[in-house]
């Protein structure tokens, strides 16, 4: 979800369980979603992408969900390993007034993947 | 190997002196961004070029500026840093339309 205040919202999550990270995007004209991955002191890595023509899609250990009703997208880890503790941030592409629009990121969640 | 670059990878600097970010990418991509980190407020667009000779102006501007010579370099200049200008800063880039963007490893400045 998008954080309040100066604190990142946080999932803790058991080693070997399935994480679920939340995310709620503005604008109803955006076609393209993407999640990043970034660990500390470190810049955000590409994890998955998604389409507005698509609802779902998967890739190794993981599965990005788009509702467009309602304008959520969720993404799914797997097995979730220490190595995945990490702040995901979803971004949406937004349209604007040049032909290439821009990539707008929400605040970030914080992945603490406990033994 | 292919990626994008920063430099440098941190830097205490005096509020009023002048300071250029570089940003040097090699994948040939036709559009290039820098953003901004602070906790809780996420990644917040400085600049962007979408090609060579071109730049805009993206959420919070104020303070910075950018120039795009050439497709492999993006440097971003603050004139007169000022305190709030204290953040870690990322430089991205990315092929076309529709695509993901690539980021480099950031630079942590702190304007003192």
């Known amino acids: 979800g998008e954080s309040v205040g100066l604190h990142l919202p946080t999932l803790s999550v058991q080693e070997g369980d399935n994480s679920i990270i939340n995310c709620a995007y503005s604008?109803?004209?955006?076609?393209?979603f993407i999640w990043y991955k970034q660990e500390s002191g470190k810049g955000p890595q590409f994890i998955i992408d998604?389409?507005?023509?698509?609802d779902k899609r998967q890739g190794q250990r993981v599965t990005v969900l788009l509702n467009k009703t309602v304008k959520h997208l969720s993404l799914q880890i797997a097995a979730t390993q220490p190595g995945d503790s990490a702040v995901y941030f979803c971004a949406e592409h937004i349209w604007g007034t040049d032909s290439w629009g821009k990539l707008q990121f929400g605040a970030g969640t914080q992945v603490v993947v406990t033994p | 190997i292919a990626g994008i670059t920063q430099a440098p990878t941190s830097q205490i600097l005096a509020a009023g002196r002048r300071m250029t970010l570089r940003c040097t990418q090699d994948?040939?991509?036709?559009?290039m961004y820098w953003y901004r980190q602070d906790l809780g407020l996420g990644l917040r667009l400085i600049h962007y070029?979408?090609?060579?000779?071109?730049?805009g102006k993206g959420e919070v501007p104020d303070g910075y500026s950018v120039s795009r010579a050439n497709t492999d370099d993006f440097p971003l200049t603050l004139a007169s840093a000022v305190p709030s200008q204290t953040s870690v800063y990322f430089c991205a880039s990315r092929k076309g339309q529709g695509t993901e963007a690539f980021f480099g490893q950031g630079t942590r400045l702190t304007v003192v």
């Open positions: 070029s979408n090609t060579a000779g071109t730049t």
């Open positions: 994948m040939r991509h036709n559009a």
């Open positions: 604008n109803s004209a955006s076609d393209y």
């Open positions: 998604i389409r507005s023509n698509m």
